[in-house]
C-alpha cells in the first residue's frame, strides 16, 4: 500500500473535473520551505495542486509558523513569515496562466492588546500590499489524547487583553482568522460579541472531532456543533471558511485507508456539515477552503474540490460565485 499523502497514494482515484471553468478563490492554504509534519510545501507544489484542473485563479495564504524570524524582539518574529511570503507571492505573479497568491494572513500575539499594533505595522511594511490580517489559533484540549496542536493551555479567548488586541485588527481594517476545537466554540461567540467591529473568520468549522476521548462520538459531537454554529450566525462580523474537516483529527480515518476517497464520498460524509454551515450564515458569508498540504493527508486537491462543488450543486450559480470567489474577494480585499 503507498503511503497516505504520497503522490502514489493521491493518484488512484483521479475525476474528470467538475465545472472546470468556474473562477476559484482558495482562501486557506499554507506553505513550508522548512519540513515539517507535511513536508516541505512551496510555490511549486502549490501550482501542482491549483493546477489540477480546477479554475483557481488566487489563493489566500494563512499563518503557520513558517520561516518566523529567528532574531530580535520575540513580538516581531511572525513578521519573517509575512516576508518569506511576499517574496514566494511575487514569484507568483511572474505567470499570468496560474494560480497567484493574492492575500497573506500572518500571526501576531492578541495579548499585546493595542500593543500589537506595531506588529501589524512591520507586517504591513514586509507585506508589499498583500497583508490582510491575523491569526492567532486557541485551540485548547485537557483530555491528553490529541496529537495536534492542541494543548492543555487555557483558551485564549476570554482575555481581556487578547480582546484588545482583536479590537485593534478591526480598528486598523485587518480581519482575524482563527481556528480551535468544537468544544470552544461558545468561548469564540462570547469573542464575537465582545468585538463586533472586527471582521472574524472561522476556519475549518470549529472543528469537530472524532479521535482520541472523541472517538466513536460524531453523532453526538454533531449535534452540538450544529446548535453552536447557528449561534455564532448570529454575529454579522463573523464569516464562515467552508472547508479545513479531511485532517486526521476530524476522525473521518481517510488516511488510513489502501486509498483515498473519491468526491462522492466525500460529499456524503461531509454534506450535512457544509449545508447547515452555510444555512446559517449564507453564501454571502461563506468561502470554501482547501486547508492544503494539511488536508492532503486524506484527499487529492482535484477530488477535493471536486466535492465541493458537488455539495453545492443545487445552489444557484450567484450563490456558488459568491462561496468559490466573492465572498472571499470582498473580506480579503483580492
Not at 467591529?197 to 469537530?208: A, K, N, Q, R, V
Not at 450564515?281 to 494539511?294: A, L, T, Y
Not at 465541493?308 to 473580506?331: C, D, L, P, Q
Request: hydrophobic residues 35%; aromatic residues 12%.
Amino acid at each position: 500500500m503507498a503511503k497516505p499523502g504520497s503522490e502514489e497514494w493521491l493518484a488512484s482515484v483521479v475525476e474528470d473535473v467538475v465545472e472546470p471553468e468556474r473562477p476559484i478563490i482558495d482562501t486557506h492554504h499554507h506553505l513550508w520551505k522548512t519540513p515539517s509534519l507535511w513536508g516541505t510545501y512551496e510555490l511549486d507544489e502549490l501550482w501542482a495542486d491549483t493546477g489540477s484542473g480546477h479554475n483557481i485563479e488566487k489563493t489566500i495564504f494563512i499563518d503557520c509558523h513558517s520561516e518566523y524570524r529567528t532574531e530580535g524582539p520575540s513580538q516581531l518574529k511572525p513578521v519573517g513569515e509575512t516576508e518569506y511570503v511576499a517574496e514566494v507571492a511575487a514569484e507568483s505573479r511572474k505567470d499570468s496562466a496560474r494560480a497567484t497568491i493574492a492575500g497573506i494572513v500572518g500571526h501576531a500575539n492578541m495579548t499585546l492588546g493595542s500593543e500589537v499594533e506595531e506588529v501589524l505595522v512591520e507586517h504591513e511594511r514586509a507585506g508589499n500590499g498583500l497583508f490582510r490580517g491575523i491569526r492567532h489559533a486557541g485551540p485548547s484540549d485537557d483530555t491528553g489524547t490529541l496529537t495536534n496542536a492542541g494543548g492543555r493551555w487555557p483558551c485564549p479567548y476570554g482575555r481581556d487583553d487578547f480582546r484588545e488586541g482583536v479590537k485593534t485588527l478591526g480598528r486598523m481594517g485587518y480581519t482575524y482568522d482563527t481556528w480551535h476545537f468544537f468544544h470552544q466554540n461558545q468561548d469564540y461567540l462570547a469573542l464575537a460579541l465582545a468585538v463586533p467591529e472586527t471582521t472574524m473568520i472561522l476556519d475549518h468549522f470549529g472543528t469537530p472531532l472524532g479521535v482520541g476521548a472523541y472517538a466513536g462520538r460524531q453523532d453526538e459531537i454533531f449535534e452540538q456543533w450544529k446548535s453552536d454554529i447557528a449561534d455564532i450566525a448570529q454575529c454579522p462580523n463573523v464569516y464562515a471558511k467552508l472547508g479545513g474537516m479531511a485532517m486526521p483529527d476530524n476522525g473521518f480515518g481517510w488516511d488510513q485507508n489502501d486509498y483515498p476517497p473519491s468526491s462522492d464520498e466525500f460529499a456524503e460524509a461531509q454534506r450535512p456539515y457544509y449545508l447547515h454551515t452555510i444555512e446559517c450564515f449564507g453564501p454571502d458569508r461563506c468561502m470554501f477552503e482547501s486547508n492544503f498540504p494539511v488536508d492532503r493527508l486524506s484527499i487529492s486537491y482535484q477530488v477535493l474540490w471536486n466535492g465541493f462543488k458537488k455539495i453545492v450543486a443545487n445552489f444557484s450559480n450567484e450563490e456558488k460565485h459568491a462561496m468559490f470567489y466573492g465572498t472571499a474577494a470582498r473580506i480579503y480585499r483580492v
